[in-house]
């Protein structure tokens, strides 16, 4: 047993969204589902409570406890992407089960989590620092889904 699991504050659909991620993501699944014991201010007992599931690796436990805590870009998953393909896959995904664009490779999913979808070349790009890092930067900041294209072109120097 790990000593840190993450948890995420759903209004009422942890399993719904563990659901989804499990079928979206690799090294992903669905564990054990927690009923409450009693009513609480986000459930009544028999309601699910807790589900326990891994997102790409990462174990995690969805919270069904009302909408008294709202999700917000504060936290958010990063995914490395290798192709623009596995970018596109997930960046869909995301956006078409009722999710949201937003910028720089930011997106949302229908709970409210916030995902980046990030290829490879653009952090590798970044990791390098100096001009290569600035092309790549000023090449993703118009972008909402990442275009690996544009960023090598950048990194090239070929804006």
């Not at 390098?128 to 790549?136: E, F, I, N, T």
Request: hydrophobic content about 40%; glycine content about 10%; proline content about 4%.
């Amino acid at each position: 047993m790990t000593k840190a699991t993450i948890c995420l504050w759903y209004d009422k659909d942890a399993k719904a969204a563990a659901e989804f991620y499990a079928a979206t993501f690799p090294d992903s699944e669905v564990g054990a589902v927690h009923i409450s014991p009693a009513d609480n201010p986000g459930n009544k007992a028999g309601d699910e409570l807790m589900v326990k599931f891994t997102v790409l690796g990462l174990k995690c436990i969805g919270l069904n406890g009302g909408p008294i805590f709202p999700h917000s870009e504060a936290f958010s998953f990063q995914v490395h992407t290798d192709s623009q393909q596995e970018t596109d896959h997930y960046w869909n995904a995301i956006v078409g089960n009722g999710g949201e664009e937003s910028q720089c490779g930011w997106c949302k999913d229908k709970w409210g989590i916030s995902w980046q979808i990030t290829p490879r070349v653009l952090t590798d790009a970044m990791a390098q620092g100096g001009d290569v890092a600035k092309r790549a930067f000023e090449a993703m900041m118009p972008m909402q889904k990442i275009d690996i294209a544009k960023i090598e072109a950048a990194v090239r120097g070929e804006e």
